[in-house]
């Protein structure tokens, strides 16, 4: 297989899962948030959880806590990728 394929194969592995794993994370503290609230004796607890979750996701949405999500993924996705670029690069100088 040639380099440019194994570098290719290799950055789109590595921007879908630095995409999922914040997106998977900040979902499950939300969810988590909101399924606890049916308990009865943490429901304020729960509602206070998911609103400070949502301002933070709004943050970086534009009053959007899903678009914010969705940027923080891309984000992490981007600096993933320029982590994965770097760390070919370096394996391709040194073993050659």
């Known amino acids: 297989m040639s380099i440019l394929l194994i570098f290719l194969r290799s950055l789109l592995l590595t921007s879908v899962l630095s995409f ?19 308990i009865p004796g943490l429901a304020a607890l729960s509602q206070t959880g998911v609103t400070q979750v949502q301002s933070f996701l709004a943050t970086f949405g534009s009053g959007q806590p899903l678009e914010g999500l969705l940027v ?18 370096r394996d391709q100088i040194l073993h050659s």
């Open 20 to 38: 999922l794993a914040p997106s998977l994370v900040f979902g499950l503290i939300w969810m988590s948030l909101g399924v606890s609230g049916r």
């Open 72 to 89: 923080i993924g891309i984000a992490c996705s981007f600096v993933g990728m320029l982590f994965d670029s770097y760390a070919f690069y």
